[in-house]
Every structure is written in C-alpha cells, then in structure tokens.
C-alpha cells in the first residue's frame, strides 16, 4: 500500500489498469510512445499521482508489458490468463479476476478504479473528483463512470440506407420531424475515460453500468481513445497542444 494519501473514510482503492498484449487496430499500442510515454504509462502516472489510489496494478498476459509497467511504477503481482486476454475477453472479467486475486490473499479494497491505457487524457484531478463525487453519493449510488456530451452528431440526425439505397431516418418517421438542433436534449456516450464501483458490488453485479451509477462529466479533448492510427495521431495532437485547449475553455 503507498504511503501518506488521504483516504476517503478509511476507504483502500485499487486502480487496474488492464494492458493485454494483443491489438489488432494498432499493433502493441499499450507499449507505442506517446508524446515520450509509453500508452501504458499514461493512467500509471494519473493513479500515481491520486490523492486516493492505495495500489496501482497492471492486468496483462504479456511479459514485455509486464516488466514496462514495474519499471513504470505499478505493481503486476499477477499474469493475467490467456483465457482473459483474447479478443473476446470482457473487461469485467479482468476486473473480477484482480478483485479475486487480492480477496484470496487476504487484501480486500473497498473501491475498484479501472484506467484503461485507451484513455491516456484521463488527468488524476479526474480520478481524485470523481471518487470524491461516487463518496458523497454513496446514498444514491455505488458506481461513477466517465461521460461526455454529444455535441457534433446528434442521433435525432442519424441516418440508414434502405434497400433502394437511399437514406432515411433512423429514429424518425421522416425528415421533416427531426426537429432542431438546439431544442433537442442533451445526451452523453459512455467516454471511457474512467471507471470506479464500490469493490463488492462490481463482484456482484460484474458491470460499472446499473441504476445506481453516477456520470463523471469530461470535457470533450479528453474523450478521445485510442483503437488505431488515427486515434493516436488526434490524441497526440492534443497533449502536445493540451495548454491552449485548456487556456480556451
């Protein structure tokens, strides 16, 4: 456990941050520096720095990965299973896999904080609202995800391709009841910029997503994950200008 953090009620968190080996959108992309950091390194230095975060663990199959993350300063006191490492593979059973690791050594944590390297805008002033703002609700909620506003494709203007191969409305009877834009309400997507439950109910109901999970708001620069290329080029773009995006806000 590191050392002279605040708590929350006496409260043990655990960030997990999961980093497999394989990828196909962007081969080895949890090892790819970015702006001088490994992918991987990024959600480790955002836990590192987290007022609240008491054990910082990397979940992978891969050896590389493995010995980047100590040398980075996370823990990897597990081999995660190639059962776990596939393609199919659910991020929920990583996280349960991690939960039940440390339960069988007799190191239970009341919070689970799961980092995805995908999401490396994540800053630890996120990380440390969020499990201030998931405490404060605990009445209402056990789980607190990150979100952000939809702001450049509404779905009202999503549209198909019928079998003639012209577009129609996807929600709408026709075009002419889609209404406009700034009388529509506001929705979010889910961002993945973070991820923190209650420990023991993540065990029980396996998912961050229930009715009793709270939005972290993002700003939308910090919504970008990376899956290929692209991504990472648009990602990259922003770190390197985060100070005059900051500045605009």
Not at 21 to 49: M, Q, T, V
Not at 148 to 174: C, M, R, W
Not at 200 to 218: E, I
């Amino acid at each position: 456990i590191r050392r002279g953090l605040e708590v929350i009620n006496g409260k043990k968190t655990l960030a997990l941050i999961p980093a497999r080996g394989g990828s196909k959108g962007l081969p080895r992309k949890n090892l790819r520096e970015l702006c001088g950091r490994p992918l991987l390194g990024w959600p480790i230095e955002a836990a590192k720095g987290s007022k609240y975060i008491d054990k910082i663990v990397v979940s992978s199959e891969d050896a590389e990965i493995i010995e980047k993350a100590v040398e980075l300063g996370a823990e990897a006191p597990f081999v995660r299973p190639m059962e776990l490492a596939g393609d199919t593979a659910s991020s929920a059973s990583v996280v349960e896999h991690a939960l039940d690791f440390f339960l069988s050594k007799g190191n239970p944590f009341d919070y689970i904080a799961l980092l995805e390297p995908t999401s490396p805008l994540t800053e630890t002033a996120d990380i440390d609202m969020a499990m201030e703002t998931l405490e404060s609700r605990r009445d209402a909620a056990d789980s607190i995800v990150g979100v952000s506003k939809v702001t450049s494709a509404h779905p009202a203007f999503d549209v198909k391709i019928n079998l003639q191969g012209l577009i129609e409305p996807y929600f709408s009877h026709d075009f002419s009841s889609a209404g406009r834009r700034q009388d529509m309400a506001e929705i979010f997507f889910l961002d993945g910029t973070l991820y923190i439950s209650d420990a023991a109910v993540f065990l029980q109901r396996k998912s961050f997503y229930h009715g009793r999970t709270l939005p972290y708001v993002t700003a939308k620069w910090k919504s970008f994950e990376v899956d290929d290329i692209v991504d990472f080029i648009c990602v990259e773009a922003i770190i390197k200008h985060r100070g005059l995006i900051k500045n605009e806000r």
